[in-house]
């Protein structure tokens, strides 16, 4: 024992001038504690500011200086966050921030980042502790969405990243797993995919990334409320058989980034099953609803698909980045991207233990333990509470459709299937609305988004933020009203 106690003193001693730690630990304590009471601060006291500003002059030159060869005091860098980087963010931890899909984040998510960057863990594989926690989420997500036991699960950055490795697998099955070598040159066939025309860009991304090419994505009609036509998808099919081309892929989307269409997934999965192609699910905005009790009934056939692709930063409210894919075979998933390199050997005993690692499911071999800060959510909300949230902002969102048919100024421009709402002016241009969203954004009041529907520019409000309340909507109403009454526009009834 006194000769291991004197090799540490040693080594303590011999790294001294090289280890990259503090030379004081217990100023380091205290100077990290102290960046931590004022990030708790801004979370719990977010309402006092601006939803968002603009970055100021001061603060771009701040981080346009030359790369530093001298160290700083770390409070001095602490500082320079408090003062230029914390008031410039994003604004999405604010409960009027509605522009985008955007999650808020929890308190208990901050200090699992704390946790999993002082472990600082490769999740790409190994025996530890981080791919245990991993295979339980796999494990709570096939419960929720209802895949079977023995599917494969994998934390990416985030749907669209999880899409595309849905997008590969699918591919490697339609071809077989020579296609990783060979590309697609001795294909027979072209290969061709299909998803509405309201899904994601990161589909026809995906496949162009894959080498088949978004030319081969068929972009299926939609009905009135946003959602895949199945009698279109059909015909699409055969009519791309009777080509000689080779179906190989439906997405379908629960939650449309528009307006939260939910496509009719049970429909989809049966064509999918009778024409044998990948029935995938791009589930980021909405998949997570099944966690309520009174949302679970919208998503009914998700649980037939072959993979869902959802992001745990949306609803979830997991501090960003927590995308993930959830694979329903799980010998598919691997079959598509483990790669027998000798440095990744497995082992039956040591840190080599294990036979399927998350490097053997995905490209990332270097990945970080997004899967604490979920598990952590998870655990200490609890599903009920996460689902209640998400529902919460769906009536939320039914409160704001409300409010502005009330208005004779506004129109409902889509139905609200679930937390976004689309809304044009009556007799406004698409200058004004843009100006509009422009104009709340930089007033600091609030920020919705806009975008584009059968060819109009209108206001879209995704409301996800778990600290949005009824209060906060009719808030952002009055800040409406106020906007249009300053520009001639009758007052609401």
Request: with cysteine; charged share 20%.
């Amino acid at each position: 024992m006194a000769r291991s106690t004197e090799l540490q003193r040693a080594a303590a001693k011999d790294a001294a001038g090289t280890s990259l730690d503090p030379s004081n630990w217990d100023r380091f304590r205290e100077t990290a504690h102290g960046m931590l009471d004022d990030m708790i601060a801004h979370i719990e006291t977010i309402r006092q500011r601006p939803v968002w500003q603009r970055p100021t002059d001061e603060m771009r030159a701040r981080f346009a200086r030359r790369l530093p060869n001298e160290p700083r005091e770390l409070g001095d860098v602490l500082d320079d966050v408090r003062t230029h980087i914390m008031p410039f963010a994003t604004g999405n931890l604010h409960p009027s921030f509605m522009g985008w899909v955007h999650g808020a984040g929890t308190p208990i998510g901050m200090v699992a980042e704390i946790v999993a960057g002082g472990l600082n863990m490769n999740c790409g594989g190994r025996d530890h502790a981080g791919l245990v926690v991993e295979q339980q989420i796999v494990r709570w997500m096939s419960e929720a969405l209802g895949y079977p036991g023995g599917a494969s699960g994998l934390f990416l950055t985030g749907s669209s990243m999880a899409n595309f490795v849905a997008l590969t697998i699918a591919r490697t099955e339609a071809l077989g797993p020579s296609v990783r070598e060979t590309g697609l040159r001795d294909c027979g066939r072209q290969l061709v995919a299909y998803t509405s025309t309201e899904a994601h860009s990161c589909i026809a991304q995906a496949m162009q990334l894959s080498g088949i090419g978004s030319a081969n994505l068929r972009t299926i009609a939609v009905d009135d409320a946003g959602r895949m036509l199945p009698g279109a998808l059909r015909a699409a099919i055969e009519q791309d058989r009777a080509e000689g081309l080779l179906p190989f892929l439906v997405v379908g989307t629960a939650g449309t980034v528009n307006t939260g269409a939910i496509d009719p997934l049970a429909d989809i999965a049966e064509i999918a099953s009778r024409e044998k192609l990948w029935f995938h699910v791009d589930g980021a905005i909405g998949a997570l609803a099944v966690l309520s009790d009174s949302l679970r009934g919208l998503f009914k056939g998700i649980e037939e698909s072959a993979s869902v692709a959802l992001d745990f930063h949306k609803g979830g409210q997991v501090p960003y980045d927590a995308g993930f894919l959830l694979v329903r075979d799980g010998d598919a998933h691997k079959r598509a991207f483990a790669q027998p390199a000798a440095y990744l050997q497995r082992a039956n005993r040591g840190l080599a233990a294990g036979e399927t690692w998350p490097c053997d499911l995905g490209p990332d071999l270097s990945r970080g333990f997004r899967a604490l800060k979920t598990w952590m959510t998870i655990e200490a909300l609890g599903t009920d509470r996460i689902g209640g949230s998400i529902a919460h902002t769906c009536m939320l969102a039914r409160h704001l459709a409300e409010a502005l048919q009330r208005h004779p100024a506004f129109e409902l421009k889509a139905p609200v299937a679930l937390n976004i709402v689309c809304f044009g002016i009556r007799g406004a241009d698409s200058e004004f609305v843009r100006n509009l969203v422009l104009d709340l954004q930089e007033s600091g009041l609030a920020a919705p988004s806009w975008t584009t529907i059968n060819g109009e520019l209108v206001v879209r409000c995704a409301i996800v933020n778990h600290r949005t309340t009824v209060t906060d909507i009719d808030g952002f109403m009055d800040t409406l009203n106020r906007y249009l009454a300053d520009r001639g526009f009758p007052p609401a009834p």
